[in-house]
């Protein structure tokens, strides 16, 4: 079955984290996937005092993944997964 799922996070210091993944079958019921994705900031909480406008501490990551699995005879399950991020 297809499904998916959706998250989204605000606070202080400019706090933002987004995740979502959406999976379900490619093939009927041999083939499968699962595509997930999130992405994080925030500001630092400390003012750089030699660069005015600047925070210290500021944090940011993307990071996406697609998972694989290949079921193709009973007792055989072959699995792929590639992940990229970014900090």
């Known amino acids: 079955e297809f499904g998916g799922d959706i998250s989204i996070l605000a606070g202080s210091l400019n706090n933002r984290d987004f995740?979502?993944?959406l999976e379900g079958p490619?093939?009927?019921d041999k083939v499968g996937f699962r595509l997930a994705a999130r992405s994080?900031?925030?500001d630092g909480g400390w003012?750089?005092?030699a660069?005015?406008?600047q925070t210290l501490g500021d944090q940011s990551?993307?990071?996406y993944s697609l998972t694989l699995v290949a079921k193709p005879v009973d007792g055989l399950?072959?699995?792929?997964f590639g992940m990229?991020?970014?900090d």
């Open 51 to 53: 660069v005015p406008g």
């Open 77 to 80: 399950k072959i699995k792929f």
């Open 84 to 86: 990229v991020s970014q």
């Open 47 to 49: 003012d750089n005092a």
């Open 19 to 21: 995740q979502g993944s």
């Open 40 to 42: 994080f900031s925030r």
């Open 26 to 28: 490619l093939f009927s």
């Open 61 to 63: 990551t993307d990071v």
